[in-house]
Structures are given as C-alpha cells and as structure tokens.
C-alpha cells in the first residue's frame, strides 16, 4: 500500500505551535532560510511548498540547482566555494565528471550523486527528492507525530530498509559495508514486500514503472540485483512509495540516523510519564565512545583534530567565516516568520 504523504500545512502549524510551547520563536524556528538551508529548496519558494502550490522543476534542474545550492552555501574553511576536482577527488573521480552537473547539461551517475551529498555532508536524498519531500524532511526534524507502538528494531527496520541485525551493527559502531548495487536492490525489494498493494500483493514492476512514465522491463535488473536505476528511475520508485528522497541511497549508519533523529522528534516533543527505550538507545549510542578515544590524543593530534573539524563544518555549513552567516553569504533579505 502506497504511505499517504504528510500534509505540511499541519506540520508546520504543529511545529510552530511546539516551538511557542517550548519557549523558543517560531520565526527562527521556521524560517526560509533554515528550511532551505536543510532541504536545498530555494528559501522564496519553501511558503509555495507548504501551501501545495509550488510547481515542481524536471528532475535535471532540480539536481542541478541544489548542486550550486551546496557549492554556494556549503564552502571552505577560508568562505571560498569548493572545486569540482576536490569535490571529485573525495569519491576517486576526476573533476570533469561533474562538470555537466556543474554546467545543468546532464545528471550525475547514482555513484557520483552519493558521493557529492556525502562530501558536504547532506543526507543522501538531498540531489534527488522533490521540493515536497524535502521540505517535509527538513519539517520533521523538529515535528511531532504519533509513534505507531510497533517494537522499536522492528519499527526502524521498516523505516530504514535495513535487518534489525544490520541495525544492531550500526548502533554499535560497526555497520556493515554492502557494494551500493546491493545495498540498493535490498532496499528495493524491502519497499516491495513492506509496502504492498490493498490485496496484500506487492506492486508490480509494471505499476512503479508506469508512475514515472518508464516501461517495467526498465526495473527488471534492478529487481534481479543485476544493476543500478539510473537517477530519474530512483526518483520514482521512491515518490512511488512515498519515502524519504535519499531511501535507496543512503548507507546503513545515515539510514538510522535519519529514522532515530525522526523518533527522537516524536520524543522530544510528546509528554512522557517516563523515559521511552528509545531515548535510551539513542543517549547510549551518543559521543562518549569519541569523547574517550580523543581523550588520548596528544596536543599535536588536539589541532589536527579541530583542523579536521573545521573543515567538515564548513562543508556542511555550519562554520561561520568572514563575510557569511549560518553558512551562506551575507547579503539576502531575511524571511518573513509567518505561518502560511
């Protein structure tokens, strides 16, 4: 059965409602840029989004735009944007691979697009979701919604496409490495059998397909684990069933990051009589292992410690540099914090 998609018009009111309740202001809470900044959505359209209103762009562009996005607001320790060849070098590619996704002339390979978003740090629907599903992910971070009681394993494993022994790895620390062909195929048939059809019987190939305006036969070595879809068919599959824009790309460690950081919302936000297991999970499984293993550096491996973090930060724009703010450059008209 295909997951009815969440009404942003009510997550947004709820989550504006929670951010007064909470003591903090909404506008800040809810600002274009902050939303954009977590989507990769262009800040004067996110109020079109919300409202459902918004003309969605043919994927190229989209993909395209959000590449800059990131080049723009996600630079260097030193505010300077990112070479293509840096950018590249991170995934072992050369620097003209990206340039038609730098130029709007073509989309990347699914290997590339993965390696750009892990580069700046994103979540790996960044490129690929819609406006809608990545407003909505932005919106859930901090959105209430009502836990389904399902077993906790159980409960990620359905969220995530990963076994509840995968899950178990990643927690501790050791998540399993699985070549992307497979681990895509295994997220695949994971969609087929957990989200099927009102008969009970999972959606054929055909069906899918035909959502995106592709023959089945285009899914058929997908299906068969034999390769990759190319960007516009992963696009589909998941609109299809209605998951997070980064479902069939995402490893298993940002796979169950995404599903916990959902759940840990729920948490936060709901009045507990007392602690939930999961909040326990994810208090356990926090910093301290890296807290200890720092702790034994010397003051020389210290610096190059928050060398290293500077840089991370900066390419996921959360360092402020000279002539920037919040990780973009200064100089755009502040949002308006109203609820649409």
């Not at 038609?100 to 990347?108: D, E, H, K, V």
């Not at 620390?173 to 989200?195: A, D, M, N």
């Not at 995106?212 to 609109?239: H, Y």
């Not at 940002?254 to 009589?273: C, F, W």
Request: net charge negative; proline share 6%.
């Amino acid at each position: 059965m295909r997951a009815a998609r969440p009404d942003l018009v009510a997550i947004w009111r709820r989550t504006w409602a929670l951010s007064q309740e909470s003591g903090k202001d909404p506008a800040e809470v809810l600002s274009a840029e902050r939303l954009s900044h977590l989507s990769g959505v262009e800040p004067g359209r996110i109020p079109e989004v919300v409202a459902g209103t918004a003309v969605e762009a043919p994927l190229e562009r989209r993909v395209h735009e959000r590449f800059l996005r990131l080049r723009a607001t996600r630079r260097d320790k030193h505010g300077r944007e990112w070479p293509l060849a840096a950018i590249a070098d991170d995934f072992d590619a050369p620097g003209a691979s990206l340039g038609p996704l730098n130029a709007g002339t073509g989309l990347p390979r699914m290997g590339h697009a993965a390696g750009v978003q892990r580069f700046f740090g994103v979540h790996a629907g960044f490129l690929l979701a819609d406006s809608k599903s990545a407003v909505e992910r932005a919106l859930a971070l901090s959105a209430t919604t009502v836990s389904d009681g399902r077993d906790d394993l159980e409960h990620l494993s359905y969220l995530t496409g990963m076994t509840p022994r995968a899950i178990r790895l990643t927690l501790d620390g050791s998540p399993p490495r699985l070549p992307l062909k497979e681990q895509v195929h295994l997220r695949f048939e994971h969609l087929r059998r957990t989200r099927v059809r009102e008969d009970g019987q999972p959606h054929s190939l055909a069906a899918i397909a035909k959502s995106f305006d592709a023959s089945g036969q285009s899914l058929t070595r997908l299906a068969q684990g034999e390769g990759l879809p190319n960007l516009a068919a992963a696009a589909g599959i998941q609109r299809f069933y209605g998951v997070e824009g980064g479902f069939l790309l995402a490893d298993d460690t940002e796979a169950l990051s995404t599903a916990l950081a959902l759940i840990e919302g729920e948490l936060e936000s709901a009045v507990r009589d007392r602690e939930n297991p999961m909040l326990a999970v994810l208090r356990g499984h926090d910093v301290r292992s890296i807290v200890t293993r720092a702790g034994r550096l010397s003051p020389q491996g210290w610096k190059s410690l928050a060398d290293h973090l500077d840089d991370l930060l900066a390419r996921e724009g959360q360092l402020e540099v000279p002539g920037t703010k919040d990780g973009a450059p200064t100089g755009g008209a502040a949002a308006e914090g109203e609820t649409p």
